[in-house]
């Protein structure tokens, strides 16, 4: 039976005579996993907290996958969730399990499987000392590169053993591995073709028959380890490739993929971004639509992605900015506005992959896509309020002067008076503007709508100041 997720503290249960006592049932991984994930969904949890976009695709693919005992590969371009994905396996687990006290390989007191510990159960009985690990503990994650060793991750003899007396042929004498020591967990590889085809070799006999071997000795251990790996399928021709006997052994593979839908591209940034400023919803938004068409483009190259670290690192770059002018221009609030969005470009041009015919013409691409998510956000936000008026005065002389260190408060005390109109409050209410700085980033939409419509001007100066008339 699977313990309770509930408690806080591990129980206290210090000896094997204590565990049997208390009639706990030994489980095996899979179905330890199994049984929590079908309570789970009974009760209506959510077992993938922090997920978006993949509700309909990818997560019934890796439930199936879970209640069938497979071991799973995900395979996605970068940026796409599939480490948060393989992090969220460890609330599968039971909150605490029992080990025997002192084992290398956190083995159950039930069921040792290393000859020290074999050897200890038998010597103390039921006084085998009994310790409880958090499921926290019982996962681990490897970032496999080229220089990964057979030892790293399976195991080696440790030459301070043998000379301590012990022969090459003693079992006693290894030193594990990262999936060894992660007997009755899970085991996570990213960017399993990152690893050299020898290793994966290595990692035959753990996949399908759990033993391991290392230097020509075998070691028979039955090792209870649930393995998940990532890969980014466009490193099979640039890197690497997953050997097809190790493709096998997995026995699912699951395809993952960017948010489909604009609203969990949002709640991405939202979860994921660190603001050290206010980002108003409309600027979150262009910053979605904007990786969206950048995905979209012929001019990127798809086959490498546009990750959803592109908009993240945008969101805290125009975090950042307003930060930098609230300090340096004394504003009592640091609100992001759409003269910030430069300042975002400006540092992610780097982390998009473009087409070879495409060079020299970055910036361009950049801009006009930023300029085609910035007006969809304008229809989107603004539909149905008539800014009539306020062309009107821009036409007739007016102008909006605004920039990175322009304050919100100069942005809106050099707005045209339009007489009993209420345009303003219209805009500001609709995009929930309740201070000076959402006043004026709000402001600042309207306008930037007006001009990328061709019913006002702008002009950039050298100061960097943008002037709207």
Do not use: C
């Not at 209420?422 to 007006?450: P, W």
Request: proline share 5%; glycine share 10%.
């Amino acid at each position: 039976m699977t313990q309770p997720t509930s408690s806080t503290a591990p129980p206290t249960i210090s000896t094997l005579g204590e565990l049997r006592a208390s009639g706990y049932q030994l489980t095996g991984l899979k179905q330890e996993v199994r049984s929590n994930l079908l309570a789970m969904l009974a009760a209506g949890q959510d077992p993938w907290p922090g997920l978006h976009g993949f509700e309909g695709t990818v997560v019934p693919q890796l439930e199936r996958a879970l209640l069938a005992g497979h071991d799973v590969v995900l395979l996605g371009e970068r940026g796409q969730g599939k480490t948060r994905l393989l992090r969220t396996l460890v609330g599968l687990l039971d909150e605490w399990t029992p080990v025997i006290e002192g084992s290398e390989l956190g083995e159950h007191p039930y069921a040792p499987v290393t000859p020290v510990s074999v050897r200890r159960a038998a010597e103390l009985g039921e006084h085998l000392p009994v310790a409880w690990r958090h499921r926290s503990e019982r996962y681990a994650e490897k970032l496999a590169t080229p220089d990964t060793s057979v030892a790293d991750l399976i195991g080696d003899v440790d030459p301070m053993k043998v000379a301590e007396g012990r022969s090459l042929g003693d079992p006693e004498t290894i030193h594990f591995g990262l999936i060894p020591r992660s007997h009755r967990g899970i085991v996570a590889i990213n960017e399993l073709p990152d690893l050299a085809e020898r290793i994966q070799v290595a990692m035959l006999n753990v996949m399908e028959e759990r033993d391991i071997q290392i230097r020509g000795y075998v070691l028979r251990l039955d090792l209870d380890v649930l393995v998940v790996a990532s890969a980014n399928p466009e490193d099979y021709t640039n890197r690497g490739r997953i050997i097809t006997p190790l493709k096998d052994r997995f026995g699912a593979e699951i395809r993952t993929h960017y948010p489909v839908e604009l609203d969990a591209e949002v709640a991405v940034i939202r979860q994921e971004a660190h603001l050290v400023a206010t980002v108003p919803d409309h600027l979150i938004e262009i910053l979605a639509r904007f990786t969206r068409s950048l995905r979209e483009s012929g001019a990127v190259d798809q086959r490498s992605g546009v990750s959803a670290r592109f908009s993240i690192a945008g969101a805290e770059t125009v975090a950042a900015s307003a930060l930098h002018r609230a300090t340096a221009q004394g504003e009592p609030d640091a609100v992001a506005r759409v003269v910030d969005l430069e300042a975002a470009v400006d540092v992610l041009g780097g982390k998009v992959e473009f087409e070879s015919g495409e060079e020299g013409r970055e910036r361009e691409i950049l801009d006009h896509l930023l300029r085609r998510a910035t007006a969809d956000t304008v229809r989107h936000r603004l539909r149905g309020i008539d800014l009539g008026l306020l062309v009107e005065a821009l036409e007739a002389g007016a102008s909006v002067t605004t920039g990175e260190q322009v304050t919100a408060y100069d942005v809106l005390a050099g707005l045209p008076v339009l007489g009993e109109s209420d345009i303003y409050d219209q805009v500001m209410d609709r995009l929930g503007a309740t201070n000076d700085g959402e006043r004026a980033s709000a402001v600042e939409l309207a306008l930037e709508g007006l001009y990328l419509a061709r019913k006002v001007g702008k002009e950039s100066t050298g100061a960097g100041e943008t002037t709207y008339g």
